[in-house]
């Protein structure tokens, strides 16, 4: 079974500087995505960023990046200059590229905390 | 922009009770899929639906718990009796079926509390 571990519950960052978030997975597949998703205090999930396993390019969105290391199964997340909006849950998470039967599921690590400071 | 809704967004019981939640998930999504969410941790998955059918209900207590998307669009997922370990986030989620992105879009949630 697929499984994702995130390793820091908690994470600081001053406004304006870089943070990274680690995640690592495990899978015996060799097509997937893995995903980041933010979610904000009592608001929905969204996505930040998505990377398909097959791409060997790491994915850029604005202030988000990721370092894809598919041999090693890691998956960080760098946000540059960051912001007060950006303090929330942060959610790595995994899925099988095979939409049929339960490997659609995303299978979610157990978050990290990011916090923002003025 | 489409949106996944859910409702309601609260709901206090007491244990016992029977408690239900719907969804509509974002038009012409096939895939719906029911997570739970405890305080501090990641989303699990409950059940998984492909249109009308249950493609996934092995985490589901089947004892307490049933789900249903009966014409393929939007879905319940009820509880009866809830128990305090009930008390969490419950996530509806829906996607396309195609590898074009992988996403899945996220509704804002029903958080039960149990008493």
């Known amino acids: 079974a697929q499984t994702v571990t995130q390793s820091q519950p908690e994470m600081s960052v001053q406004e304006a500087e870089t943070v990274t978030l680690s995640c690592t997975y495990d899978?015996?597949?060799?097509?997937?995505?893995l995903f980041w998703y933010k979610q904000p205090p009592s608001r929905q999930m969204i996505l930040v960023i998505r990377?398909?396993?097959?791409?060997?390019q790491n994915a850029t969105e604005n202030r988000f990046s990721v370092n894809f290391q598919k041999a090693a199964k890691s998956f960080s997340l760098k946000i540059s200059d960051s912001q007060l909006g950006d303090a929330a849950m942060y959610f790595c998470?995994?899925?099988?590229?095979?939409?049929?039967?339960?490997?659609?599921?995303?299978?979610f690590g157990k978050g990290t905390k990011l916090s923002v400071k003025p | 922009e489409a949106e996944v809704a859910q409702s309601p967004r609260y709901k206090i019981t007491e244990k016992s009770q029977a408690v239900a939640f719907w969804c509509d998930p974002i038009?012409?999504?096939?895939?719906l899929y029911w997570y739970r969410q405890i305080l501090g941790q990641g989303p699990e998955l409950l059940v998984q639906f492909q249109d009308e059918s249950v493609v996934d209900d092995s985490q589901l207590p089947k004892d307490r718990f049933s789900a249903e998307r009966l014409k393929g669009v939007d879905s319940t997922l009820k509880i009866q009796p809830a128990e305090l370990g009930d008390s969490a986030m419950y996530l509806c989620a829906s996607g396309p079926f195609d590898r074009v992105t992988g996403e899945l879009f996220f509704g804002e949630g029903s958080r039960l509390t149990v008493l």
């Open positions: 990377q398909e396993a097959y791409k060997q």
């Open positions: 998470a995994y899925r099988g590229g095979n939409y049929g039967g339960s490997q659609g599921n995303l299978i």
């Open positions: 899978t015996s597949e060799s097509d997937y995505y």
């Open positions: 038009s012409g999504h096939a895939t």
